[in-house]
């Protein structure tokens, strides 16, 4: 009748062949063990280059590289929203999202920067003078004041020196910034403390953004200042007491307020901290609001103090940390090794004499005991920083040389994120000075005075 019979059809349909399903069932399978064997592989060089999803640092952005810096006048920090970097020739701000330049200083005429101090309320204090030598800092006699926001100069003045300086650097630890003031150090000393500038009224203070004269400190008698720190509840001076070849380094704490001295205490009391010219020391203080002076041989390996003396909140002395102990050997060649936080030192040390292996370790400064360490593994810690409680520490793998991110957890050292770099950040492009975790970035800053390298790069997480 012109219709087909719907049933009739599935009647005469071929039957299945026998082991047809079973076929199926083995090629589907072989499909899925190539895709497993395939993506186990990509997983793996994923791993391996560092460019695992949710293991991993990519590159958010890389400044243009600039030319060779000098060996001072050095320095990089964070300002709110801004990357700040200083050089021999010039201040620069960068954006801190996108590594854009928003502004550059340079300083008048040929004048060089010698050092700065750190910054404070968004401003920056220069040293800085013609006719630098690295050596003995000749005319290193200006102070400028910078609003790291515009790159605008808030003021500037000059600081009473003489045509010798200290045996340190170019002008370091003569000015510093810190609870909105401006603390300079007017009286040079040599390495060994003796006095090539007059007088003993030798630190003042003024306002931080006017420059306006605050007060005027007199030292101690028989003592001048190697350097000086600010902080909104101290000003201190590490100075250099004694009758004959001035002795003994001292930390002495001034009132924020009028400069008063409110006391001077040695580095330790049982066993007196000295320079001399047969074992010169480099003083720096690491912090200082709590107050922790770090004091190295001027020469490494050579003779000298070397340990880290604590300040209670009194200023007090606390603690006496030795660079080696039940910690190892702290490692304090850079400022991206050391950090102060809260009750901690923070620090990269080495696990024994014979060991390249590096690792961080916390030090209550209080005790001077070892309040924990971070087993990362066989190789090298290169860099800390520490921000909001957390450790952030950057680590190569003694075999593959693959560079990794740790942070871990300041009041314990408990691991909390472990990432893997595709790209060499350390070793190329210059010293690694300083190391920043802020806003899900991490910014590395380094000093290339060899040539031409970026100033500061950028990796975020993904």
């Not at 021999?88 to 700065?116: H, L, N």
């Not at 041989?297 to 080696?324: K, L, V, W």
């Not at 030090?363 to 957390?390: E, F, P, Y």
Request: aromatic letters at 6%.
């Amino acid at each position: 009748m012109g219709t087909t019979d719907a049933r009739a059809g599935d009647e005469t349909r071929p039957a299945a062949r026998p082991g047809r399903g079973r076929r199926t069932g083995f090629l589907a399978a072989a499909i899925v063990a190539v895709l497993a064997l395939v993506g186990g592989l990509v997983s793996g060089v994923l791993m391996i280059t560092g460019n695992m999803p949710g293991d991993s640092m990519d590159t958010a952005w890389e400044t243009p590289a600039d030319p060779a810096a000098a060996g001072y006048g050095n320095g990089s920090w964070p300002a709110g929203d801004i990357l700040v970097r200083s050089r021999f020739d010039a201040v620069t701000g960068y954006d801190m999202r996108t590594g854009k330049q928003q502004w550059e200083y340079v300083p008048p005429g040929r004048s060089e920067i010698c050092s700065t101090s750190t910054p404070d309320a968004s401003v920056l204090l220069l040293v800085h003078g013609e006719n630098v030598t690295a050596a003995r800092a000749e005319g290193c006699a200006d102070i400028t004041a910078l609003d790291l926001k515009t790159g605008k100069e808030l003021w500037s003045g000059s600081r009473k020196a003489s045509a010798k300086a200290t045996a340190g650097g170019p002008a370091s630890g003569m000015v510093a910034a810190g609870g909105g003031l401006a603390v300079v150090v007017d009286t040079w000393t040599d390495g060994l403390g003796e006095a090539v500038a007059d007088g003993r009224k030798a630190i003042r203070a003024v306002d931080l953004r006017t420059g306006e004269r605050r007060w005027t400190a007199t030292v101690p008698k028989d003592c001048l200042p190697f350097s000086v720190g600010a902080a909104k509840r101290r000003v201190v001076a590490i100075l250099s007491c004694g009758k004959e070849n001035r002795t003994e380094l001292t930390a002495a704490a001034l009132d924020p307020t009028t400069g008063a001295l409110l006391h001077n205490e040695p580095l330790d009391a049982r066993r007196p901290v000295a320079p001399s010219s047969s074992s010169p020391v480099q003083t720096s203080l690491l912090s200082v609001d709590p107050l922790v002076v770090s004091v190295r041989p001027a020469y490494e390996p050579g003779p000298g103090t070397d340990a880290f003396f604590s300040f209670g909140a009194d200023g007090r002395r606390q603690s006496r940390i030795e660079s080696s102990g039940e910690h190892g050997k702290i490692v304090a060649d850079k400022p991206s090794k050391v950090a102060v936080d809260g009750d901690r030192l923070y620090a990269v040390a080495e696990l024994g004499k014979s060991s390249t292996s590096s690792r961080v370790v916390a030090i209550d400064l209080r005790t001077g005991r070892l309040a924990w360490q971070a087993n990362s593994g066989r190789g090298d810690t290169v860099a800390l920083t520490v921000h909001d409680g957390k450790v952030t520490a950057l680590h190569q793998d003694r075999g593959s040389f693959a560079e990794r991110l740790y942070v871990l957890d300041g009041a314990t050292g408990e691991e909390l994120d472990d990432r893997t770099f595709p790209v060499d950040i350390d070793r190329n492009d210059g010293w690694l000075a300083g190391l920043f975790d802020r806003d899900g970035l991490l910014i590395v800053s380094r000093y290339d005075t060899d040539g031409p390298g970026r100033p500061f790069a950028a990796y975020e997480r993904w």
